[in-house]
């Protein structure tokens, strides 16, 4: 009875600090009057219980009901984010290779592996697995914030634009100006950070017309 008490006490916990269907780090828990190895244990007894669902190691999250029996799923981009791109609500990574090229439209290509670039990085390049999912994980060449991410984000991509990029010409040359437009980037704010890249970022600029494109320079 005293374990059943304390399993409900930590569910009343989790539904009062957690939203549903979001990622739920044993790390993040903390609740008084209960130690870390009982914690644990308490949330496996939730998630045998059904209150709640694992993701995967230390990663939790509370469900809703769907017309599935099983309830709902957690994202993965969701787990990634909360893991890899946002510290404390802040802005600490972002979205890199392949994956980020889908996004824009530059490739056809469905990434088999989430690449991201987080100040959370311990090495230069690290993999590891999400929920199943291959990720690798790379040290930022300079601290990244709420005010740098999307610069660093599109240089990584000019850099890469040869290796990735389906589209070529005009079409590509559209593609970028527009992704600039609308993300507010321009090429005065990108040129303090040209200096962490290699030779090929400003071949890139240069073929792509991005570093003379006077109307968001």
């Given at each position: 009875?005293?374990?059943e008490r304390k399993m409900e006490a930590l569910y009343d916990y989790l539904l009062k600090n957690f939203e549903p269907n979001k990622p739920i780090f044993l790390s993040d828990v903390k609740t008084s009057g209960i130690n870390y190895a009982n914690i644990?244990?308490?949330m496996k007894n939730l998630v045998d219980s059904g209150k709640i669902k694992r993701f995967d190691s230390g990663i939790y999250f509370l469900t809703t009901k769907t017309i599935f029996k099983s309830g709902s799923e957690l994202s993965p981009d969701d787990v990634l984010e909360y893991k890899y791109l946002l510290s404390d609500?802040?802005?600490c990574g972002y979205i890199s290779g392949l994956m980020f090229f889908n996004q824009l439209g530059l490739s056809t290509q469905l990434p088999m592996v989430y690449e991201v670039v987080s100040n959370k990085a311990?090495?230069?390049r690290r993999e590891t697995t999400l929920g199943g999912s291959k990720v690798v994980v790379r040290r930022p060449k300079v601290t990244v914030n709420d005010g740098n991410y999307k610069i660093l984000q599109f240089l990584d991509l000019l850099r890469d634009?040869?290796?990735?990029s389906e589209v070529t010409g005009d079409s590509l040359k559209e593609k970028l100006y527009r992704y600039m437009d609308k993300s507010g980037l321009t090429v005065n704010e990108m040129?303090?950070?040209f200096s962490y890249y290699p030779d090929k970022l400003y071949k890139n600029l240069v073929e792509t017309g991005v570093i003379f494109n006077g109307i968001f320079a």
């Amino acid at each position: 009875m005293k374990e059943e008490r304390k399993m409900e006490a930590l569910y009343d916990y989790l539904l009062k600090n957690f939203e549903p269907n979001k990622p739920i780090f044993l790390s993040d828990v903390k609740t008084s009057g209960i130690n870390y190895a009982n914690i644990r244990k308490q949330m496996k007894n939730l998630v045998d219980s059904g209150k709640i669902k694992r993701f995967d190691s230390g990663i939790y999250f509370l469900t809703t009901k769907t017309i599935f029996k099983s309830g709902s799923e957690l994202s993965p981009d969701d787990v990634l984010e909360y893991k890899y791109l946002l510290s404390d609500n802040k802005r600490c990574g972002y979205i890199s290779g392949l994956m980020f090229f889908n996004q824009l439209g530059l490739s056809t290509q469905l990434p088999m592996v989430y690449e991201v670039v987080s100040n959370k990085a311990t090495k230069d390049r690290r993999e590891t697995t999400l929920g199943g999912s291959k990720v690798v994980v790379r040290r930022p060449k300079v601290t990244v914030n709420d005010g740098n991410y999307k610069i660093l984000q599109f240089l990584d991509l000019l850099r890469d634009i040869d290796m990735y990029s389906e589209v070529t010409g005009d079409s590509l040359k559209e593609k970028l100006y527009r992704y600039m437009d609308k993300s507010g980037l321009t090429v005065n704010e990108m040129k303090p950070y040209f200096s962490y890249y290699p030779d090929k970022l400003y071949k890139n600029l240069v073929e792509t017309g991005v570093i003379f494109n006077g109307i968001f320079a």
